[in-house]
DNA sequence: GCGACAG
DNA sequence: ATCTTGTCGC
């Protein structure tokens, strides 16, 4: 799908996508869903995963795989072009769209405000949010080492373009931004509520995890319900 | 030119 | 991202 682009022509295509981008709170959200990328090192082969939890309960309602093949290489600041494609193919399998697209990588909180989660939501025309493991762009005061302690990330310019959120006491905070179709600060109370017992989210580690095993072939391709746990009685 | 650099 | 052993801390 952009295995032709160039780089510069792909940051001109950032710009203009972009200027689509809207920020506006969610009425309601009852499904949060979690989306990952694996692949193994020099392939053009990759594993897409997106998973559908409850909200704000974390618990795994069912998932989608589906495989891409794409020589788009990954660069900083490029992210979405070698993603985003493989993640559209596995989205379509989705009968009952999610409320909300956790993604692996940032939102709005990019050179060109155009990162991963963005991208994505933009072309599915849906509320996405970016959750990054480590800083592109910015800068921020370290987030005291207190569970839910926050600090703004700001640019050059002054931008307040998200949030760096310590999810777990002595371990490296994940960086917040909205991605598409959500504002800045309902994104950082959206994963504040999907932090379990780990650094990572709910939906992006359960993604993260089940992409994994579909790439060493313990999963297969498609869309699967997860059978109800009964946690009655 | 120098340094930074999601996954 | 993936590969990969030991090691530090709760």
Same mark, same amino acid.
């Given at each position: 799908?952009?295995?032709?682009?160039?780089?510069? +022509?792909? #940051?001109?295509?950032?710009?203009? *996508?972009?200027?689509?981008?809207?920020?506006? @709170?969610?009425?309601?959200?009852?499904?949060?869903?979690?989306? +990952?990328?694996?692949?193994?090192?020099?392939?053009?082969?990759?594993?897409?995963?997106?998973?559908?939890?409850?909200?704000?309960?974390?618990?795994?309602?069912?998932?989608?795989?589906?495989?891409? =093949?794409?020589?788009?290489?990954?660069?900083?600041?490029?992210?979405?072009?070698?993603?985003?494609? #493989?993640?559209?193919?596995?989205? =379509?399998?989705?009968?009952?769209?999610?409320?909300?697209?956790?993604? +692996?990588?940032?939102?709005?909180?990019? @050179? &060109? &405000?155009?990162?991963?989660? $963005?991208?994505?939501?933009?072309?599915?025309?849906?509320?996405?949010?970016?959750?990054?493991?480590?800083?592109?762009?910015?800068?921020?005061?370290?987030?005291?080492?207190?569970?839910?302690?926050?600090?703004?990330?700001?640019?050059?310019?002054?931008?307040?373009?998200?949030?760096?959120?310590?999810?777990?006491?002595?371990?490296?905070?994940?960086? %917040? $931004?909205?991605?598409?179709? %959500?504002?800045?600060?309902?994104? *950082?109370?959206? %994963?504040?509520?999907?932090?379990?017992?780990?650094?990572?989210?709910? @939906?992006?580690?359960?993604?993260?995890?089940?992409?994994?095993?579909? &790439?060493?072939?313990?999963?297969? $391709?498609?869309?699967?319900?997860?059978?109800?746990?009964?946690?009655?009685?």
């Amino acid at each position: 799908m952009y295995d032709h682009y160039s780089f510069e +022509d792909a #940051a001109a295509y950032q710009i203009e *996508l972009a200027k689509q981008l809207k920020f506006q @709170p969610i009425n309601k959200i009852e499904t949060i869903a979690g989306a +990952d990328i694996s692949f193994n090192k020099n392939s053009t082969t990759m594993y897409a995963g997106i998973v559908i939890l409850t909200y704000p309960g974390m618990v795994l309602k069912s998932f989608a795989l589906e495989t891409y =093949e794409t020589s788009f290489p990954y660069k900083a600041g490029f992210l979405g072009f070698k993603e985003v494609p #493989a993640l559209l193919k596995v989205w =379509e399998l989705i009968p009952n769209k999610p409320d909300v697209v956790v993604l +692996d990588g940032n939102g709005i909180l990019h @050179p &060109r &405000r155009m990162g991963v989660a $963005s991208h994505f939501g933009i072309l599915a025309n849906q509320a996405t949010i970016g959750c990054a493991k480590s800083l592109l762009h910015g800068q921020n005061h370290q987030p005291q080492n207190v569970k839910f302690s926050t600090a703004e990330i700001k640019n050059n310019t002054g931008e307040m373009l998200g949030f760096a959120l310590r999810t777990k006491i002595n371990c490296a905070p994940v960086y %917040i $931004s909205a991605g598409h179709l %959500i504002t800045q600060e309902e994104s *950082l109370d959206i %994963i504040k509520k999907s932090v379990r017992n780990y650094r990572i989210p709910e @939906p992006t580690r359960l993604a993260h995890n089940l992409v994994n095993d579909f &790439r060493l072939g313990k999963l297969k $391709s498609g869309f699967h319900e997860v059978a109800p746990s009964l946690t009655l009685f």
